[in-house]
């Protein structure tokens, strides 16, 4: 998957927040979260703007772009 | 585990010991009887089973995380859902088009009513296997 995250940083950043808590604020489940965090599935723009949201950081702190 | 994910495990299992057993039977007395027509109370009571089957697995499923069993799909479950269904019509779409050539062939009627229930049965296992295969896998 040609786009890389910063999810697990911002979740230990963020006072240790659990993937079932991100989930619940993103409206995902926590194994849609984990595939995201593992970059083996792209969230739409919507999951991902909610994902930064929830860090409360612009979205280009949480993805980027990284083609191999 | 995802409660989608269960649910595919339930239909998988659901469909494959229901419709296993029902062609099984099928198998062994379709010389004897089935030929002519009388596997019509064995597919109903197949497909009472299934949906017993099902449901029973589904409660019991949902009794352990009732609040995700609740919870509408999100866009990930969506995604695999619609990639999964795509399979599964391919595969029925394929098999039709080659039982309505059976039927042009003059097969029996009974054998290609049958043999259009596996199609659909077959579909139902691809469509199960597929989401399994991309929860597994993450997308």
Known sequence: MPIENEIRRLRFEHGEMTQAQLAERVGVTRQTIIAIEQNKYAPSLEAAFKIADAFGVPLEQVFRWAPK | ?139
Request: proline share 1%; hydrophobic share 60%; glycine share 8%.
């Open chain 2, 1 to 139: 585990m995802s409660f989608r994910e269960k649910s595919a495990w339930i239909a998988l299992i659901a469909y494959g010991v229901v419709f296993g057993g029902y062609f099984y039977t099928l198998w062994q007395g379709w010389g004897d009887r089935y030929a002519q027509g009388l596997s019509i109370g064995l597919m109903a009571g197949a497909v009472v089973m299934l949906v017993i089957i099902a449901a029973a697995l589904t409660i019991v499923a949902a009794l352990f995380n009732p609040k995700a069993a609740n919870a509408p799909a999100d866009e990930r479950e969506r995604t695999i859902d619609l990639k999964a269904e795509r399979m599964a019509s391919y595969t029925l779409s394929i098999a039709v088009v080659c039982l309505i050539g059976a039927l042009l062939a003059g097969w029996n009627g009974i054998l290609v009513a049958n043999l259009l229930l596996a199609s659909l049965v077959i579909s139902e296992l691809v469509k199960a296997l597929a989401q399994i295969a991309y929860f597994r896998a993450g997308a």
